[in-house]
């Protein structure tokens, strides 16, 4: 069973916020999170697993996650970096390459800071309109994310213990 569960907000009318805490440094998180070799580990909703995971962290470099979720077919989403800040702050554009929500472009903004060895990571997500975030919202991504960060609880947990 994690030590932390994720938590979901609904902040105005275009936000979702998600946040998750974990007992490790916050360089280490840090570099789980944009370390696409690490990153494919955990990465997966926990239905499936990462097929592919390229990251150019540079500003206005592209990112690419694939999942293979089985019966649920290929998930795919991409972007560009907007600002890269280690170990403290990614941000860059979000694509769902999804039909009907594709088109959709949207900010995730993931912030990283730590206490008493406990790192906390913020991510907000900006829509461009109320009915795109609702809708992200409605996709499953509380189950997906929360499944997706139990699992980086456990390489954490696994590596530094």
């Given at each position: 069973?994690p030590?932390f569960?994720l938590?979901?907000?609904?902040?105005?009318?275009?936000e979702?916020?998600?946040?998750?805490q974990?007992?490790?440094?916050q360089?280490?998180v840090?570099?789980c999170?944009?370390?696409?070799?690490?990153?494919?580990?955990?990465?997966?909703?926990?239905?499936?697993k990462?097929i592919?995971?390229?990251a150019?962290?540079e500003?206005?470099?592209?990112?690419?996650?694939?999942m293979?979720?089985?019966?649920?077919?290929?998930?795919?989403?991409?972007?560009?970096?907007?600002e890269?800040?280690?170990?403290?702050?990614?941000?860059?554009?979000y694509?769902?390459?999804v039909?009907?929500i594709?088109?959709a472009v949207?900010t995730?903004t993931a912030t990283?800071?730590?206490s008493?060895?406990?790192?906390s990571?913020e991510?907000?997500i900006r829509?461009?309109t109320?009915?795109n975030?609702?809708?992200?919202?409605?996709?499953?991504i509380?189950?997906g994310?929360g499944?997706?960060y139990?699992?980086?609880e456990?390489l954490?947990a696994?590596?530094?213990?």
């Amino acid at each position: 069973m994690p030590e932390f569960k994720l938590q979901l907000e609904l902040r105005g009318d275009t936000e979702i916020v998600l946040h998750r805490q974990f007992r490790a440094p916050q360089a280490t998180v840090f570099t789980c999170f944009t370390d696409p070799n690490i990153l494919s580990k955990w990465l997966g909703c926990g239905m499936g697993k990462t097929i592919l995971c390229v990251a150019d962290y540079e500003i206005g470099g592209v990112w690419r996650h694939q999942m293979d979720m089985g019966d649920y077919g290929l998930f795919d989403s991409f972007g560009q970096t907007l600002e890269f800040e280690v170990p403290n702050r990614l941000v860059r554009s979000y694509i769902y390459n999804v039909p009907v929500i594709r088109e959709a472009v949207s900010t995730e903004t993931a912030t990283f800071s730590e206490s008493d060895g406990i790192t906390s990571v913020e991510i907000v997500i900006r829509h461009l309109t109320k009915e795109n975030r609702d809708g992200h919202a409605a996709s499953g991504i509380e189950y997906g994310a929360g499944k997706s960060y139990d699992a980086l609880e456990e390489l954490l947990a696994s590596q530094i213990a």
